[in-house]
């Protein structure tokens, strides 16, 4: 079955930075768009950033545009997010998700997706 595998976050002070990884398995990767949420508890998980089976879209939200980057290594079946200039409003638990199809991204929703990661928290100390 797909498996996804986050790793990367950590404790940061506000203005630092933290690039986050996702090796997934199990699936045909360069056939897949990849996404970025994150979660803080009592709120619904949030769309980051998507970018598509071969890295040529890519979408992100308003808050972190400037700021993060994300990309992808097909060859290494992982998709990263680059993460500059934290915020402590940028605190959660990041996860990525997987989502079958070779169409241009945009502001998907979880529903969107078909598999996800347990995650990896990211703490922006002000």
């Known amino acids: 079955q797909v498996q996804l595998v986050e790793s990367g976050g950590g404790l940061v002070q506000a203005g630092g930075s933290l690039r986050l990884s996702c090796v997934a398995s199990?699936?045909?990767?360069?056939?897949?768009?990849m996404g970025w949420f994150r979660q803080v508890p009592g709120r619904e998980r949030e769309f980051v950033a998507a970018?598509?089976?071969?890295?040529?879209?890519?979408y992100y939200i308003d808050s972190v545009k400037g700021r993060f980057t994300i990309s992808r290594d097909n060859a290494k079946n992982t998709v990263y997010l680059q993460m500059n200039s934290l915020k402590p409003e940028d605190t959660g638990g990041y996860y990525c998700a997987a989502k079958f199809t070779l169409k241009s991204v945009r502001n998907w929703g979880t529903s969107d997706f078909g598999s996800w990661g347990q995650g990896t928290q990211v703490t922006v100390s002000s």
């Open positions: 199990g699936l045909t990767f360069s056939t897949y768009a």
């Open positions: 970018i598509s089976w071969g890295g040529g879209s890519k």
